[in-house]
């Protein structure tokens, strides 16, 4: 079994996996880079995601700087990539933790040696408490937070502990939440309930912090959706006061979370606001890394342009995740088919948007896409493009898609080819899902 | 390499698969029906997709005897699964061709030693095109079938064919299709003069039969979809025709093949019906084997309320498919959260439906879920749903989640397990997405 990172890199790529070139020997994915393989000059097969290796590079000094600026940290949320190996990249650029959203992305942590771990969850079922319990007594430098709203659940917790003997606590936040929305409680007294459950626990769990997600706040405009944001954040600060109030947190400073792609500079400006006392301001936004081309990237115009310390940084985030594919008909003059569906690229928040194209053969870079070539539906395995009669693109072309929502477009890949500007292969990832 | 489907049980599972028990040594695939497990004991983590292994049986029988009575054969659509043990149980159920939908696709089916592939698809793509022909050139056994409707396309298949000296023809079968849908030539005219370039273009290519694909025909009433499809199915049998008045078959008998999961039974009584000669209808339903518990529920209701023929069969197609989840959270008397997602299951035609529900340590089956119980949005690993106040479900039970569209629930899954009418696991089966 892999214990470390970089055991990664010995993993065998073969053709049993989706854009592995067919018929072709296997190639360790440490040596992918090695191969001299380039995108357009046809050497793998499509339809193929690559990640662009400097706008990765951009959008993690610009992250950097954010949370310089803003002092907060960040444990990204893994469940977007789902990837070791950028993991490994936002650990190596300072992220406190990896954030995951079940057991079993706990557990591919665990496997390639990651030792702090925030379940931005509720931690439920026989098999998954025993294992994070078991997890805790065997490796002392495993640090681990999950996520409470519930006395029954707590209840749980505790009893696994105690079963086990578990020497050392676990560590909860306390969620709040948003009536009609997800998880968390919905108001102070239930909350409290909770925490006071968690104390009484001791010295089986843990109260560490508080936590909230805001980013299913959707108001009837940005304005109204940020003012929801604002009256939820102090919501989960109430919270904590309270908490503080009744002693209910553990010793050291409290960690306030919350914070996915699309809020998280107000998470970081009412928090370090808070007035709490030594705190830790954690935010878990997942997409920045890779950004996208539709939702994430609009979420980040809006942070830009109500956030005067995110406008002001260098740089700024953008969009490194393109899907490859091949026009395989134009049955009409007016549409075209192309080679990726819903098992290929993202569908849940936008339809994929062409952005450039290329001829095989052809020299120089892709050309832009011309306008009015819109993706209309997706199928299985196919895109159906509406475009212009005049339209150059013609059956074997490669077209380029941008998509919305990286979540789900890293689940639809085990390997995602990392390329240079000029599309040459200059590494891979690996993703657990 | 693998070569053989039998080499899948030696594959190793581990906990870097969800699905597999964290914390679990490796249990080679083949033995996973060995370990006593059982899914309402919590001895595996959730979410968990399960295959019913007692309802797979009884449809296969079902389609089984649904050939028999038509006289068509069938090429399961491969892609709904990518399960080579999946295309093992079909081929030995009497299946002609597993089909599939991308050369990716293909490659699995090869390394498992499957012989005869159709791919319902255009081939396109300079490594994709050349791995086909060097694979027709290194096996003699490799039968394949590829769709054709762009004179561009069959030139750039005869040219590969030329360029590596294939000694046998590429077969393809005209794709004839509809205004405004996927691909496929859209008139008589264009279709013939395909064939032609595929008549043409002898030795390299060879015209095997006509194809093409009535799935996405959605009119606004059942018998309006109905009368489409039949328009277009007749709309295919009049291309044969005119192919085989100007003699561009090759020898043999002429493939006539359309068919999803939802009017198999009208191609296959309108190809019967074709007075074409020596004819093989081959339909390509994928879902047959598992059915679901909405989309394709409803489309063998309609089967059977149009087709005496399948009405007048023993049994009948049902969900083999559950995906089971913890309850992570009940923050509102009227609303759960339970630990599944866009991560876990299809979501592209309609929303999961909770079916059943149970206590861990409680004896007995599950119980049918209560009146009221609905799933309202799902998150990428979360689902929310609407319960009556008095809903006994709390934090810790176990909810059994129906869903709709096989496709896009097997694609999130590399491992599923089977299980018996006890919810033992009596095996699982490996996917290659």
């Not at 992220?95 to 942590?109: D, E, F, S």
């Not at 199928?379 to 339209?391: E, I, K």
Request: proline share 6%; net charge neutral.
């Amino acid at each position: 079994m892999p214990d470390s990172i970089s055991s990664i890199d010995e993993l065998p790529l073969t053709d049993l996996i989706k854009g592995f070139p067919p018929g072709h020997a296997p190639v360790r994915l440490g040596e992918v880079g090695r191969q001299g393989w380039n995108l357009l000059r046809e050497d793998l097969p499509l339809p193929l995601a690559v990640l662009k290796s400097d706008v990765i590079d951009a959008n993690s000094r610009w992250m950097a700087q954010f949370l310089k600026a803003s002092g907060a940290i960040i444990a990204p949320h893994g469940k977007t990539t789902m990837s070791p190996q950028l993991f490994r990249r936002q650990l190596a650029d300072g992220a406190w933790a990896i954030t995951v959203a079940t057991v079993g992305q706990l557990q591919v942590c665990r496997r390639y040696g990651l030792k702090r771990l925030l379940l931005a969850n509720q931690l439920v079922g026989r098999r998954a408490i025993a294992h994070v319990v078991s997890e805790l007594a065997r490796d002392p430098d495993f640090e681990f937070y999950a996520l409470a709203d519930s006395v029954e659940g707590v209840a749980m917790l505790a009893a696994e502990a105690e079963r086990q003997g578990l020497a050392r606590p676990i560590n909860l936040l306390l969620e709040g939440g948003i009536a009609g929305a997800r998880t968390g409680c919905r108001d102070l007294a239930s909350a409290l309930g909770v925490a006071r459950a968690i104390k009484a626990a001791a010295p089986h769990l843990a109260l560490a912090g508080v936590e909230g997600f805001e980013g299913l706040i959707h108001g009837a405009s940005d304005a109204e959706s940020e003012r929801q944001v604002g009256a939820f954040l102090d919501f989960l600060v109430e919270i904590a006061a309270a908490c503080g109030h009744e002693k209910l947190f553990r010793h050291g400073p409290v960690i306030l979370s919350a914070g996915g792609s699309t809020y998280y500079d107000l998470v970081a400006e009412r928090f370090a606001a808070a007035g709490l006392g030594e705190t830790m301001v954690v935010l878990r936004s997942g997409c920045y890394l890779t950004q996208d081309s539709t939702a994430y990237r609009k979420a980040f115009q809006r942070i830009r342009a109500r956030s005067p310390r995110a406008a002001g940084l260098e740089g700024g985030l953008g969009n490194a995740l393109e899907v490859w594919t091949y026009v395989q008909s134009r049955p009409e003059p007016g549409r075209l088919i192309l080679t990726a569906g819903k098992r290929d690229l993202s569908y849940d928040l936008d339809l994929p948007v062409p952005l450039a194209w290329h001829r095989p053969g052809s020299a120089g870079a892709p050309q832009p896409i011309p306008a009015g070539h819109e993706v209309v539906a997706l199928n299985d395995q196919h895109a159906h493009v509406r475009v212009p009669a005049a339209s150059p693109l013609q059956v074997g072309d490669m077209v380029a898609l941008g998509i919305s929502h990286p979540c789900t477009t890293f689940d639809k890949w085990q390997v995602m080819f990392l390329v240079d500007g000029a599309y040459n292969v200059v590494g891979a990832i690996r993703t657990f899902f």
